[in-house]
């Protein structure tokens, strides 16, 4: 959506913004597709962040998507938004790019937080569904070592984050949301 007057109209007076936008990563990472992940979120959020720089009324609160690959691969320790240690590699360029572009504006009237996110499971199936697709056509298997770490958050608790915030003015900044646990 690159209409930035039609942007400001939807924000203007709004009580939240919240941006999950980007292309979906389950694809082969070849220079075009490279290109629209980085693209698809970084473009997404400064043309949201110029549109609640022209609102008179903006939304008090903006909550954009990161994601938690913005951490090193880690089966020492948890990475935590104090402690963690940022990684290296295209997922993490993008986590990093895409927190830059958010943060960059500096909105008086609009608190900013940024929600690195695990991978999303919900009923219906989510990041597992092309998983079960490959086991059900007989082209499931071991992944690695067995040793690797998946961290995950139920769709009900993101949701619920995204309330808490709301309700907590004195929040802004950086938040995991992720299962305190990783399987």
């Known amino acids: 959506w690159h209409n930035k007057g039609e942007?400001?109209?939807?924000?203007?007076?709004?009580?939240?913004l919240v941006n999950l936008a980007g292309k979906w990563v389950n694809c082969r990472y070849n220079a075009s597709n490279?290109?629209?992940?980085?693209?698809?979120?970084?473009?997404?959020?400064?043309?949201?962040?110029?549109?609640?720089?022209?609102?008179?009324?903006?939304?008090?609160?903006w909550i954009n998507s990161s994601t938690a690959t913005?951490?090193?691969?880690?089966?020492?320790?948890?990475?935590?938004?104090?402690k963690g240690e940022i990684g290296s590699g295209f997922s993490v360029d993008v986590a990093k790019a895409w927190e830059e572009t958010f943060f960059n504006f500096e909105l008086p009237h609009?608190?900013?937080?940024?929600?690195?996110?695990?991978?999303?499971?919900?009923?219906?199936?989510?990041?597992?569904?092309?998983?079960?697709?490959?086991?059900t056509f007989g082209l499931g298997g071991y992944q690695g070592s067995g040793r690797q770490m998946f961290s995950w958050i139920h769709i009900e608790d993101l949701y619920?984050?995204?309330?808490?915030?709301k309700e907590r003015e004195d929040l802004k900044g950086v938040f995991?949301?992720?299962?305190?646990?990783?399987?």
């Not at 913005?70 to 104090?82: F, G, L, N, S, V």
């Not at 609009?110 to 079960?132: F, N």
């Not at 619920?160 to 915030?165: D, G, M, P, R, V």
């Open 7 to 16: 942007i400001k109209e939807a924000l203007e007076g709004a009580e939240l």
């Open 34 to 61: 490279k290109l629209e992940i980085v693209m698809s979120r970084t473009e997404t959020t400064a043309i949201l962040g110029s549109a609640l720089l022209e609102c008179t009324t903006p939304p008090p609160l």
């Open 70 to 82: 913005i951490y090193r691969y880690a089966e020492d320790r948890p990475m935590t938004e104090k």
């Open 110 to 135: 609009t608190r900013q937080v940024a929600l690195r996110i695990a991978i999303v499971l919900g009923e219906s199936g989510g990041v597992m569904t092309p998983y079960k697709n490959l086991v």
């Open 160 to 165: 619920q984050i995204i309330l808490f915030l």
């Open 176 to 183: 995991n949301c992720s299962s305190p646990h990783p399987v």
